[in-house]
């Protein structure tokens, strides 16, 4: 064989260590790069879960606190009525305020003295939904009536 031949071959197999060796390198360089970048993403993940967990339990804890108020609200200074004339009724308001019923009721009152009060309790932030704001609206625009309806049972 010739020198030229072996010359040749020793280049070939050079070239082909050497594409080997650095297409190694550079997959390292490559895989290292991707590893850092999904710790990353992992890390901004685990982050963004303890976050939105401790908003979950915030919101919770607020929720909890407000359905509180609202059970408590005739017992508490602010409350301007008295406790037995106000029935709970949780949605879409809060209570139904018969104010002067008890006194009415007791023959310490008049007629006229009696007031209907719808009544939504709110806590921190909260704000009235929009059918809540629905109502206030028919109240104030004098869209409310009494009814009385009867209802017979036939003996069979």
Not at 52 to 60: F, G
Not at 117 to 142: C, H, P, Y
């Given at each position: ?26 997959n390292?360089?490559?895989?290292a ?13 685990q ?30 200074p ?36 009696v ?40 003996d069979?």
């Open positions: 064989m010739s020198i030229w031949m072996a010359m040749l071959i020793g280049a070939c197999i050079g070239v082909v260590l050497t594409t080997l060796i650095l297409s190694q390198t550079r390292g360089k490559i895989k790069e991707y590893e850092r970048y999904i710790a990353e993403l992992q890390l901004e993940h982050q963004a879960l303890t976050q939105a967990q401790k908003r979950s339990v915030n919101t919770s804890r607020a929720v909890l606190k407000g359905k509180m108020a609202e059970q408590f609200a005739p017992i508490l602010e409350f301007q009525y008295l406790p037995s004339d106000a029935k709970f009724l949780g949605d879409p308001v809060d209570y139904v305020v018969f104010d002067g019923y008890t006194d009415l009721r007791d023959g310490q009152g008049k007629v006229d003295d007031e209907i009060v719808l009544i939504d309790i709110k806590s921190g932030g909260a704000r009235l939904t929009k059918g809540q704001q629905a109502i206030a609206q028919a109240i104030q625009q004098g869209r409310i009536r009494f009814e009385t309806i009867r209802i017979d049972f036939e069979s």
